[in-house]
């Protein structure tokens, strides 16, 4: 079985589903590498979104020679990734390839070296259940009689990985079949030294806001991490907040902006700022929210504080605004309209091609082979078979 999957021919990697859980933004005139591309599929979407330029490197000659076949507008290589060059790029994945590799911070280093100062860097891994900041040696069963084992980390470890870049979880990818672990996604850009402006007129409350910014007893609160409380019982809530704060089933991650929707467009962020108020008050009162709250909502919970007798400072941060191309994201017709452009891509009359190559048909019967579409673009083409 081919490792990615094509609509003329069945694959272990379910690359449609994967594609749409990586939340890759819009690529064009975008440059792109893919690192471990296979077979080209996710270097086909990014030309697909009409990205100035795609280039996808694997170690496996047969992967790369099929890849250049199925898109040609691509530029492929059968390269280590040591051997990338200086090029930089505007968007680089590395999807299930991280644990192959000898030192995977030296890996995350490279490609973060290979990234333009506004670009984005997407990975999909294998990340092992645990709390400590290690990496935990997994057995995979590669066939029925081969095995192996590699080092997947935590999301501590993972963490440890991406402290000295500006990163971000996004979720759950899909799960496939043999996963000894769970896959999840981050996006990672580079870090920027921060400039807090503080330009309100006189007797706004500037000096008062920086001297209570820069103690050290002013208590934080991140947002995801009072969730991941509440949802253990370790913070009391309402019923109706907790059915809210749920797991990804299976597992002990959260989506946390798609529970700060549904806790706003429910009328439960009174709640949740309650809550916020009630922790501050053991520290000292002064508090830092660091949490995502829908713009329709801001001017509200900014209002709960202030009229709970907060001295309210909301801060916005400027790149949220301004909208970077990485953080937008393209609609799901487009993936959809991408399967279609593959379905025709390498479309050809089966049933006459079957008819001219009449042992072709008896494989199949036999099950020994997919699809005429399979033999031809796999063999037929190499053997010159007729197509009818």
């Known amino acids: 079985m081919s490792y990615q999957d094509f609509p003329w021919q069945k694959g272990g990697s379910l690359s449609f589903k994967k594609l749409t859980s990586l939340s890759l933004p819009p690529l064009q005139g975008k440059k792109v590498l893919d690192v471990g591309c296979n077979e080209g599929y996710f270097s086909g979407w990014a030309s697909f979104q009409r990205a100035s330029f795609v280039k996808g490197i694997d170690k496996q000659q047969k992967s790369i020679e099929q890849a250049r076949i199925w898109f040609p507008q691509c530029r492929f290589s059968c390269i280590d990734w040591c051997e990338l060059g200086s090029e930089k790029y505007d968007l680089i994945i590395c999807l299930s390839a991280i644990h192959y590799a000898a030192d995977q911070q030296q890996l995350i280093d490279l490609l973060m070296s290979r990234l333009e100062p506004d670009g984005l860097l997407v990975l999909e891994l294998g990340i092992a259940d645990g709390e400590g900041d290690e990496f935990i040696p997994i057995t995979r069963n590669i066939t029925a009689t081969v095995t192996d084992t590699r080092l997947f980390p935590t999301h501590n470890k993972m963490h440890s990985l991406l402290d000295k870049y500006s990163s971000k979880y996004m979720g759950s990818s899909v799960m496939q079949a043999g996963d000894p672990v769970p896959r999840h996604v981050y996006h990672v850009c580079h870090t920027r030294p921060y400039a807090i402006l503080l330009m309100d007129g006189h007797y706004a ?19 995801e991490g009072l969730y991941h409380e509440i949802a253990d019982g370790k913070v009391f809530a309402s019923d109706s907040l907790k059915d809210l704060i749920q797991y990804v089933p299976g597992t002990k991650h959260m989506i946390p902006p798609q529970i700060t ?15 916020c108020r009630h922790l501050a008050e053991k520290h000292g009162k002064n508090l830092v929210l660091e949490h995502y709250i829908p713009y329709a909502h801001r001017e509200k919970a900014a209002m709960l504080f202030h ?10 941060m400027y790149a949220a605004y301004k909208q970077p191309w990485y953080v937008k994201r393209p609609p799901h017709k487009q993936y959809v309209a991408y399967q279609d452009y593959l379905e025709r891509l390498c479309d050809i009359d089966e049933e006459a091609y079957l008819a001219a190559n009449p042992d072709v048909a008896q494989m199949i019967s036999e099950g020994k082979l997919p699809s005429a579409r399979y033999h031809y673009w796999y063999f037929g083409r190499r053997e010159k078979r007729k197509l009818s």
Not at 211 to 217: F, L, R
Not at 261 to 268: R, S
């Open 261 to 275: 929707e549904n806790i706003c467009t429910k009328g439960l962020l009174p709640e949740f700022i309650q809550i």
């Open 307 to 316: 009229e709970a007798g907060y001295f309210v400072v909301d801060i916005a």
């Open 205 to 223: 409350g500037k000096t008062s806001f920086v001297e209570a910014i820069i103690c050290e007893d002013i208590f934080r609160i991140r947002g």
